[in-house]
């Protein structure tokens, strides 16, 4: 059974850092490429970053550059996403998805986790 189970979301302080961890299983992890993405309450899910099947390119959103981090440890079928100085325009449920397409098109991704709520608020 494919699964994505992604972890680490809360409720954070405007200036403040989380780590989102994703883990993967039923499936070749190290053969697709992902991605994080966001939906925050009455908008359209967005892509935020994305990383190459072996971590070595990255994409990212224009509204997180410089502030979040994507990474992944194949050995461990996990996918990471560091956000650090959230503001509260980050608060959405965060999804991790794996597709054979690299980019920040959710169309690219055919497998999805059931999202953790990041909150940024004082």
């Known amino acids: 059974e494919v699964q994505l189970v992604e972890s680490g979301g809360g409720l954070v302080q405007p200036g403040g850092s989380l780590r989102l961890s994703c883990a993967a299983s039923?499936?070749?992890?190290?053969?697709?490429?992902m991605g994080w993405f966001r939906q925050a309450p009455g908008k359209e899910r967005e892509g935020v970053a994305s990383?190459?099947?072996?971590?070595?390119?990255?994409l990212y959103t224009d509204a997180v550059k410089g502030r979040f981090t994507i990474s992944r440890d194949n050995a461990k079928s996990t996918v990471y996403l560091q956000m650090n100085h959230l503001r509260p325009e980050d608060t959405a449920m965060y999804y991790c998805?794996?597709?054979?397409?690299?980019?920040?098109?959710?169309?690219?991704?055919?497998?999805w986790g059931q999202g953790t709520q990041v909150t940024v608020s004082s």
């Open positions: 039923g499936f070749t992890f190290s053969a697709y490429h």
């Open positions: 990383i190459y099947t072996l971590g070595d390119r990255t």
């Open positions: 998805a794996a597709g054979w397409a690299y980019g920040l098109k959710d169309t690219y991704y055919r497998k």
